[in-house]
């Protein structure tokens, strides 16, 4: 073989390596780009699913305004307070689309709740009686499930009748303030409280110094105020109905039968037999407000952590 053909072979081996090493190149591109696009297809898709999750889409049959008969019912279940399902928020945007749709015979407002803040208590109790003044062919009733206590039963005083079952707890006229002192642990195990406060009551109740008789006793003043406002509450709501007894407002809790003796409640009844033997609408479609999945999801992720430890050392609460 000459130097030529030698010289021609090596060329052609380069030759050949440059377009394996250009064609590998390219593979290697195409291959990138396929994944990126399949990777992007993906992050799409996922993003997607969230979108279509946080959507509030309506139970199916529920909450039609296709004018038809019917009973609306909403649901307050669990603790009352600003951010929680019982939220003055969520059931009044609930109650407030159950009076305007113009099939609704009557309003049931099913209530499962031991109470909780008496602000949003209040405002809800406020703005039923609006509702009610609003809409006067419209009735509400309020239904009790398990519990209607404190809180609960500051809102269903508000309805224009109350029906209970004859094992459901009612009741709990009161109002309190607790949390813990920790000054005890703290000697025992060596720690100093270094408190700095620029007005003299700033430190009110604070747990982890000792107990103020001067704070103690302003506290028992409002107590006080917030459980008188309670009762009145109550007697404006419930009117002759009222069988009053030494111990209604103490706090005390009964039964669902005898808090119809007391006249704290009127009847026995559930949500179908008030839709079908009150109303005279059988259909029953709930207006509740659900949270959507970012809203459970902020929940889940811990969004009023810092209410709940404040609330864990001093809470106030209709409980």
């Not at 600003?82 to 609704?104: H, N, P, V």
């Not at 703290?186 to 604070?206: P, S």
């Not at 006080?224 to 009117?239: D, L, N, W």
């Not at 704290?264 to 079908?276: K, N, S």
């Amino acid at each position: 073989m000459t130097q030529e053909d030698n010289n021609r072979d090596a060329a052609n081996w380069e030759r050949r390596a440059i377009e394996k090493l250009a064609t590998d190149a390219l593979l290697e591109q195409r291959r990138r780009r396929r994944w990126g696009i399949f990777f992007k297809l993906l992050g799409f898709a996922y993003l997607t699913f969230i979108l279509m999750l946080a959507v509030d889409w309506p139970d199916s049959g529920d909450g039609l305004t296709d004018g038809k008969k019917h009973t609306a019912m909403v649901r307050m279940s669990g603790v009352i307070n600003s951010r929680g399902d019982a939220s003055a928020e969520q059931i009044i945007s609930g109650l407030q689309s159950a009076f305007e749709d113009k099939g609704t015979a009557g309003v049931v407002l099913l209530i499962n709740s031991p109470g909780g803040s008496p602000v949003q208590a209040g405002i809800i109790n406020d703005e039923i009686r609006r509702l009610r003044a609003k809409y006067p062919n419209i009735p509400v009733h309020a239904v009790v499930e398990d519990v209607c206590a404190s809180g609960g039963y500051y809102v269903a005083v508000a309805a224009d009748k109350i029906y209970v079952d004859k094992a459901s707890i009612i009741g709990s006229i009161g109002v309190l303030m607790d949390g813990f002192g920790f000054t005890g642990t703290m000697d025992k195990l060596g720690v100093e409280r270094r408190l700095l406060t620029a007005g003299e009551n700033k430190g009110f109740l604070d747990p982890f110094s000792p107990q103020n008789a001067n704070h103690k006793a302003h506290a028992q003043q409002m107590l006080a105020e917030i459980h008188q406002q309670f009762i009145k509450v109550v007697r404006e709501g419930r009117g002759d109905r009222l069988k009053e007894t030494p111990d209604m407002f103490s706090g005390l809790m009964w039964s669902g039968a005898k808090s119809i003796e007391m006249g704290l409640a009127d009847g026995l009844g559930t949500v179908d037999t008030v839709a079908r033997d009150v109303f005279k609408a059988e259909d029953v479609r709930e207006y509740t407000v659900k949270p959507n999945f970012v809203e459970k999801l902020s929940r889940q992720l811990g969004a009023d952590m810092a209410e709940s430890a404040a609330n864990a050392l001093n809470r106030f609460s209709l409980r």
